[in-house]
Nanobody, 123 residues
Framework: QVLLVESGGGLVQPGGSLRLSCAAS????????IGWYRQAPGKERELVAT??????????NYADSVKDRFTISRDSVKNTVYLQMNSLKPEDTAVYYC??????????????WGQGTQVTVSS
């Protein structure tokens, strides 16, 4: 059983930064992905960023909407994944969820989910 707990959300002004954390219980990094999704009111859930660890090599992927502004990283000692968000825009406002699971043929199977953390970008 894997438990994911997010933290770090909050209110920030446009252009500001936040760092989200996802603490994972259990061994989830090996041969799995951990990613961040977000869902804004009235919109579908969007995959924002993923980090996949296979054979001790990390691969990251980002949605076009956040590329060059967000960075996903992991600390395997702390079993924690981070999402550093810079140059935040009002359209980044959403509930951000951490998720994890296997990857098959390039498809992410998010079998485990955190409870979500609210990010609000507003002046």
């Amino acid at each position: 059983q894997v438990l994911l707990v997010e933290s770090g959300g909050g209110l920030v002004q446009p252009g500001g930064s936040l760092r989200l954390s996802c603490a994972a219980s259990g061994s989830i990094f090996s041969d799995n992905f951990i990613g961040w999704y977000r869902q804004a009111p009235g919109k579908e859930r969007e995959l924002v960023a993923t980090i996949t660890s296979i054979s001790r090599s990390d691969t990251t992927n980002y949605a076009d909407s956040v590329k060059d502004r967000f960075t996903i990283s992991r600390d395997s000692v702390k079993n924690t994944v981070y999402l550093q968000m810079n140059s935040l825009k009002p359209e980044d406002t959403a509930v951000y969820y951490c998720a994890a699971g296997p990857v098959y043929s390039g498809i992410y199977y998010a079998n485990y989910w955190g409870q979500g953390t609210q990010v609000t970008v507003s002046s």
